[in-house]
């Protein structure tokens, strides 16, 4: 039984693409967070922040994630505040594997100030946002991986999270 391959990091940082392409890559079965809670919900994530609010979505993501840490073999794109949560990030550093796909600030300053799309980030100033990156790094550096994104391809970061599950 193989462990699940965890992608983590702020929103922006390419969990879901590069899960994807490593789901190609591998025939793992990719389990997308935000996207089985949208699913679950018919809500988008931006719509359950505005109607139910942080805490109700905290919770849901935190079932939702457990419930699939459950299984194994598979590849999660955690969504970018899920490995802050105890429960979680304890279960997957005890079980599975963890990458942070790691990005310089200005890079994913760049990225999220472009996107409606992220609650969190979306009305943030840029000194806040570079706040809550760098208060969340602290907890993203406890991941058993680390990956130095900006000077990667795509194809780069495939290649090298794929050598770390191949050992």
């Not at 997957?92 to 200005?106: F, H, R």
Request: some cysteine; overall charge positive; proline content about 1%.
């Amino acid at each position: 039984m193989k462990k699940n391959l965890v992608l983590l990091g702020m929103p922006g940082s390419g969990k879901s693409v590069i899960g994807h392409s490593l789901a190609r890559e591998t025939g793992l079965k990719l389990y997308d967070i935000d996207k089985l809670i949208e699913k679950e919900l018919g809500l988008t994530i931006s719509n359950i922040f505005e109607k139910k609010g942080e805490d109700f979505f905290r919770k849901i993501e935190e079932k939702t994630t457990l419930n699939v840490l459950k299984m194994s073999n598979n590849i999660i794109a955690l969504g970018g505040g899920a490995f802050l949560n105890d429960k979680i990030r304890s279960r997957i550093l005890k079980n599975d594997i963890s990458i942070w796909l790691k990005w310089n600030k200005y890079t994913l300053i760049s990225r999220l100030k472009k996107s409606r799309k992220r609650p969190i980030t979306y009305n943030l100033d840029k000194r806040d946002l570079v706040n809550l990156i760098e208060s969340r790094s602290k907890l993203y550096s406890m991941a058993e991986f680390r990956i130095s994104c900006d000077k990667l391809t795509k194809y780069e970061i495939l290649k090298k999270i794929l050598k770390i599950y191949e050992k």
